[in-house]
């Protein structure tokens, strides 16, 4: 998937984006060193990202969670810091992970000197998306030897809001040209646009990827059974196709069961007499949810869509469970899973409508073939060895 969508470094020669660099670009990283003598050393990685302790309403804590604990997996040291916030603190489900370290802070200024000491003695230092302190912690990378990378978990939604607004919040005011490698959770076209319009030296895709430790089949799971399910944070670009690939279903089909699990749902969602709600599904029940329905519905943020190359984790995870998939349709889907053999596409309702009327058989062999694709191609540990790759190689 790499090799498919990666954008050739040679040719990155975008502008910077925004304020003029002010940081040197230095070369002679620990890590490279490292690299030249064994071309899978350990290393010591640092991390200033949103959250890990929490999957609540978001997708960056899952997806770390499987990278971390594969990175340690293979010998590798790692390090997340994460601002202690209120609203992640209260839905916490993660705090004391056992082959990585979780560093709290409260203030950047309480925490600047660890920071500091930890990125001087790591080999490569990343910056994620919303990293609520992303200014200063890229201030603090990019004046490191440390193999200098940025992470953008929200790539769609970065480009849209440069278009509108002209800044991000959580990208540094010079732009991402000091970087030494940009990685992004969509591909395709969204490569050459960081590179043209926030400076991005080298860009490589880094796609979401499910733990197969954590999400496998859960035999007789019937706790959230349901004939369609979806799982997922509310979000307002996603209302249009939630109406018409599953509220319009629904109506049309009253009486099978719908199900929705997710937080931050509004009190005048459009809710149905057999549409039944679950807020928020910790990551340690997405197995039984998914094995609860016969089907289950993946919905595309029009932003990611609209960019294309975007599966999302809540795709694989299902996947993973042996769960036939629904999918809204999109540029490089079939680079993931092949339609109408490992999953269904729907544009309308109708879609929705004649997959739910298939033989279960039909669909218990969708659900397989897709769970076989995963485990082939979209693990943890594969998008793990992946980065550790793109590292090297950019060292």
């Known amino acids: 998937m790499i090799g498919k969508c990666q954008s050739d470094s040679a040719a990155n ?3 910077m984006y925004g304020l003029a660099s002010k940081h040197p670009n230095q070369r002679t990283s620990t890590l490279a060193k490292l690299c030249a003598e064994s071309p899978r050393a350990r290393m010591k990685v640092v991390i200033f990202g ?21 990175l340690a997996r293979q010998g590798h040291e790692v390090t997340f810091f994460e601002r202690d916030v209120p609203y992640y603190a209260t839905h916490r489900d993660l705090i004391d992970p056992e082959s990585y370290q ?3 802070y409260s203030e950047w200024d309480e925490v600047r000197i660890r920071a500091e000491q930890q990125v ?45 607004d002209g800044r991000v919040e959580y990208v540094p005011t010079y732009g991402l040209g000091d970087f030494d490698l940009v990685l992004s959770y969509v591909g395709g076209k969204a490569l050459s646009e960081l590179q043209r319009l ?15 430790e954590l999400h496998q089949p859960v035999p007789k799971a019937n706790r959230y059974e349901s004939d369609l399910s979806y799982l997922g944070t509310y979000a307002a670009d996603r209302q249009g196709p939630i109406e018409e690939l599953l509220l319009k279903p629904a109506h049309r089909l009253p009486e099978k069961k719908f199900l ?6 509004p009190e005048d ?3 149905n007499d057999n549409i039944w709600f679950v807020r928020h599904v910790p990551p340690r029940d997405h197995p039984e949810f998914y094995c609860s329905s016969r089907a289950t519905l993946n919905v595309t943020r029009a932003a990611m869509a609209s960019v294309g190359y975007c599966p999302s984790g809540r795709l694989f995870e299902a996947a993973a469970c042996e769960t036939p998939i629904v999918s809204d349709s999109w540029e490089g889907l079939s ?28 669909l218990r062999c969708i659900g397989r073939a897709a769970r076989e694709r995963v485990l082939e191609a979209h693990t943890a540990e594969h998008r793990s060895r992946e980065l550790v790759s793109l590292l090297e190689a950019s060292a």
């Not at 949103?50 to 594969?70: D, I």
């Not at 895709?205 to 499910?210: A, C, K, M, N, Q």
């Not at 929705?260 to 749902?265: D, I, K, L, R, S």
Request: aromatic share 10%; net charge negative.
């Open 13 to 15: 020669t975008a502008p």
């Open 50 to 70: 949103l959250t890990l302790s929490s999957s609540w309403g978001n997708g960056h804590a899952t997806l770390w969670r499987g990278l971390c604990k594969w």
């Open 102 to 104: 979780l560093q709290f």
């Open 120 to 164: 001087t003695n790591s080999d490569a230092a990343m910056v994620t998306s919303y990293c609520p302190d992303a200014q200063q912690a890229s201030d603090l990378i990019l004046n490191s030897s440390a193999l200098k990378v940025y992470y953008d978990l929200d790539t769609a939604v970065t480009l849209e809001k440069l278009r509108s």
């Open 198 to 212: 926030l400076g991005a030296r080298t860009v490589a895709p880094l796609y979401g990827s499910v733990d197969p």
């Open 260 to 265: 929705v699990g997710g937080a931050q749902y």
């Open 269 to 271: 969602f459009p809710w």
């Open 335 to 362: 680079d993931f899973f092949e339609p109408g053999t490992e999953l269904l596409t729907a544009e309308s309702a109708d879609d929705v409508v004649d997959a739910l009327s298939r033989d279960p058989e039909e």
